[in-house]
Each structure stands twice: as C-alpha cells, then as structure tokens.
C-alpha cells in the first residue's frame, strides 16, 4: 500500500538488519523502497540490494555534503544508471547548512558536482533526486538554467512555501519525511497542505529523522505509514487514499513498475 520514495537501507545501522526491516515493512504495508545511492563507492551496495530484492530499487549519485569521495563524472553516472533497477540520477544538489567556516563561494565544488548529476538526468532521461539545504536560490536558478525537460523530486523538504511553489512550477515533486511530524514544524505541514496533491510524495530519509513516536530512534521504510497518516489528517483524507496518492505519484516520477 506505501512506498518508501527515499532510504539508505545500504547504510551499515539498517543493512545490518535487514531481514527484520524487510519484515516490518511487509508488516507495515510498505511495498516498495527506493535506496538512495550517496557515493559512487557505495553504489554496488545499493545495486546489490535492488537486484536482491524485487521490492527494493536503486539510484547513482554522489551527496553533497560527501567529501573526500570519487568526483563522478556524466560517463560514470550515466554507466551505472543503465540498468533497469536504477531508477533515478542522486541524491545531489547543494547543501550550505555545514559551510565549516567556508562562504558560499567556496562551494564552487558543490555546484559542479550538482551540474554534472543535472547534465546526467538529462542525458538519461531519468529523474533528479534532488538533496536542498539552506541553498534554495542556487538550487532552482542551476535547475532553471541547466535542467531544461528534467523532473525529479526536492526530497526530505524543510525549505518554505515559495521554495516549493517554484519547484512544482519547473515540474518538480516534492517529498516530506518524518520531520512533518516534529513538534516544531508547523511551517513544514502548512507547505505541505498548500501543494497540489499529484506531486507529493513521502519518505523516511531512514536511518535519519524517525517520525513521530518513533523520533530518536533508528528509522526505516517501515514507519512511512506515520509520515502518511500526519499527510491525511493535514488534508483531511482517509490514510488509503493518501496511500494511494503518493504511490501514483512516486510510480509516475520514477516509472516504477507496480
Ligand atoms: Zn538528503
Ligand atoms: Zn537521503
């Protein structure tokens, strides 16, 4: 009945565990779970799952906030997003959060990783997971000048409802995590009452962020029913129906096969 849009179920905290997350999620009707690829050195790891597992699938790309990690190129990312388990190009895109005493100027290296993952969507046609932290304006002007025809996803937002607005309006979804549950992120539900329901999806960025009650804690696929259930009580819907919203919506962006 869900999917999870976005994990790191190759992350060693859940790869350790995953016969039992496996079975929490069949639990938990979670049938599907993207596993998002942060390095190039950890992409056969997340291949490995997603050719293991028939409910699990797989992406290419390099994190921002990684360094000291293989700079891809657009022939590395475009090799290995040629296989038909690899769904999507990221997660990439900019993070000015943790700037450890560097300006943004200094981040020219975030930007030209950022531009080849963008030069990668459009090569391969697949779409963008796109990681945005404190770099909202960067993010859409690089999309806008670089990612003509490119779709893909903001995912784990925290940015504010004008952020979102422009997403959508270049062709973009947007993803909430369990951070949609936190206390403190009325800002966040409002955003996600404001958006148009077909291009909104829900995640878990496990092992990060558990949602409500399971905040702290490890996170997995499992509990993306509570970030659903937060979803449908904000927009005044059954939790099946946002269920099934959000599987379409993840099914149509990602061309996932049912
Ligand atoms: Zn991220
Ligand atoms: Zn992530």
Redesign the pocket.
């Known amino acids: 009945m869900f999917i999870d849009s976005?994990c790191?179920l190759s992350f060693p905290e859940l790869r350790q565990q995953l016969p039992q997350i496996l079975a929490a999620m069949q639990a938990a009707q979670v049938e599907q779970a993207i596993c998002?690829c942060?390095t190039l050195e950890e992409f056969p790891e997340v291949l490995a799952l997603a050719e293991a597992y028939p409910q699990l699938w797989a992406t290419v790309g390099v994190h921002p906030d990684n360094e000291g990690v293989q700079e891809p190129t657009l022939a590395d990312l475009l090799q290995r997003a040629d296989h038909p388990k690899v769904l999507a190009i990221g997660?990439t895109g900019l993070d000015y959060y943790r700037l450890n005493g560097r300006s943004i100027a200094d981040m020219q290296w975030q930007r030209d990783r950022f531009a080849v993952h963008i030069a990668a969507a459009r090569a391969s046609g697949k779409p963008l997971v796109v990681?945005t932290r404190s770099s909202s304006e960067d993010t859409l002007q690089m999309l806008r000048e670089q990612g003509q025809g490119v779709r893909g996803v903001f995912?784990?937002f925290t940015e504010d409802l004008a952020t979102a607005e422009a997403a959508v309006a270049l062709g973009f979804h947007i993803s909430f995590s369990g951070i949609l549950t936190f206390k403190n992120a009325a800002g966040l539900r409002e955003v996600a009452q404001a958006l148009p329901r077909d291009r909104v999806l829900i995640e878990t960025?496990s092992p990060y962020l558990a949602p409500v009650p399971y905040r702290g804690k490890l996170n997995s696929p499992a509990y993306v029913p509570h970030v659903a259930a937060e979803l449908a009580r904000l927009w005044g819907k059954p939790i099946e129906a946002v269920a099934q919203q959000t599987r379409d919506n993840t099914r149509a962006l990602f061309g996932l096969a049912a």
């Open positions: 976005h790191h998002i942060t997660e990681h995912h784990c960025d």
